[in-house]
Antibody
Framework: QVQLVESGGGVVQPGRSLRLSCAAS????????MHWVRQAPGKGLEWLTI????????YYAGSVKGRFTVSRDNSKNTLYLQMNGLRPEDTAMYYC????????????WGHGTLVTVSS | DIQMTQSPSTLSASVGDRVTITCRAS??????LAWYQQKPGKAPKLLIY???TLESGVPSRFSGSGSGTEFTLTISSLQPDDFATYYC???????FGPGTKVDVK
């Protein structure tokens, strides 16, 4: 069955960097676009970024463009999110999500990893 | 950027009620709209995509309609497991609506 397991979250000071990982299994990772979505405590969902199945293209929400970088290693079935210049407002649960093969919606999500930006 | 709105923000209902949630886009998104259900402490679950296509395994009491800028999610007979927050998402540029919490009346 499809499994997505995020890791790398934790407490980090403002201005510092963090890299999140998402280990995928149970499907052909190299055939699927992948997304990162976050949710601040008690708030709604915020889409962050999508990377194409082969890593050749990526798109970002304006709130993270230029600070966050998505990448993937299809040989390791792993998705990454490099987060630089972190701000207190980046505090959230970060989810990775798999895109359906033929439709650009996310059909499976991980359980999330919590990032807290605080001094 | 495409902005998504949802109404109401909170809906109080009873088991067996017919429930309707509305989602509006700031510009036409054709039928590139999905609905998700999220329960506290859990990841969102895809319910509907393409405005009206039910995801595999989702009960048939859930249905979606609409196109262009206005969409609805309907639960024909609310069940105890349906108390949750519902989000719409347009997958032209992927923004989510703010969510609608369905709670117990």
């Amino acid at each position: 069955q499809v499994q997505l397991v995020e890791s790398g979250g934790g407490v980090v000071q403002p201005g510092r960097s963090l890299r999140l990982s998402c280990a995928a299994s149970g499907f052909t990772f190299s055939s699927c676009g992948m997304h990162w979505v976050r949710q601040a405590p008690g708030k709604g969902l915020e889409w962050l970024t999508i990377i194409s199945y082969d890593g050749s293209s990526a798109y970002y929400a304006g709130s993270v463009k230029g600070r966050f970088t998505v990448s993937r290693d299809n040989s390791k079935n792993t998705l990454y999110l490099q987060m630089n210049g972190l701000r207190p407002e980046d505090t959230a649960m970060y989810y990775c999500a798999k895109q359906k093969t033929i439709v650009a919606v996310t059909d499976y999500w991980g359980h999330g990893t919590l990032v807290t930006v605080s001094s | 950027d495409i902005q998504m709105t949802q109404s109401p923000s909170t809906l109080s209902a009873s088991v067996g009620d017919r429930v309707t949630i509305t989602c509006r886009a700031s510009q036409s998104i054709s039928r590139w709209l999905a609905w998700y259900q999220q329960k506290p402490g859990k990841a969102p679950k895809l319910l509907i995509y393409g405005a009206s296509t039910l995801e595999s395994g989702v009960p048939s009491r859930f249905s979606g309609s609409g196109s262009g800028t206005e969409f609805t999610l309907t639960i024909s007979s609310l069940q105890p497991d349906d108390f949750a927050t519902y989000y719409c998402q347009q997958y032209n540029s992927y923004s989510f609506g703010p969510g609608t919490k369905v709670d117990v009346k």
